[in-house]
């Protein structure tokens, strides 16, 4: 069973930033890819950023040059670093991973992301 809590969503203006952090209760971390994805009112829920065992990244073309993704597997921990927020970018933003034996996918509860000046 693998635990996942969001945490560091807000309230921030427009061109602001925000880092997110997603902690897991999970042995052997450091195996699993990691990914964030969000959900804006009335639309489906989108990959945002991933991060693989290894730490190879993979970006949104909308967030490539604005999010950086990150792991700390001391801390059995994943960021999410967002400059220059948009509008466009609010959103409730959750973080999943997939045990890599049995593929179970997990999700956190979410962190609301409000950009509006």
């Known amino acids: 069973q693998v635990q996942l809590v969001e945490s560091g969503g807000g309230l921030v203006q427009p061109g602001g930033s925000l880092r997110l952090s997603c902690a897991a209760s999970v042995r052997l971390f450091s195996f699993y890819t990691v990914g964030w994805y969000r959900q804006a009112p009335g639309k489906q829920r989108e990959a945002v950023a991933r991060?693989?065992?290894?730490?190879?990244?993979n970006y949104a073309d909308s967030v490539k040059g604005r999010f950086t993704i990150s792991r700390d597997n001391a801390k059995n921990t994943v960021y999410l670093q967002m400059n220059s927020l948009e509008p466009e970018d609010t959103a409730v933003y959750y973080c999943?991973?997939?045990?890599?034996?049995?593929?179970?996918?997990?999700w956190g509860q979410g962190t609301q992301v409000t950009v509006s000046s």
């Open positions: 991060i693989i065992s290894g730490g190879t990244t």
């Open positions: 999943n991973t997939k045990d890599p034996v049995s593929s179970h996918d997990y």
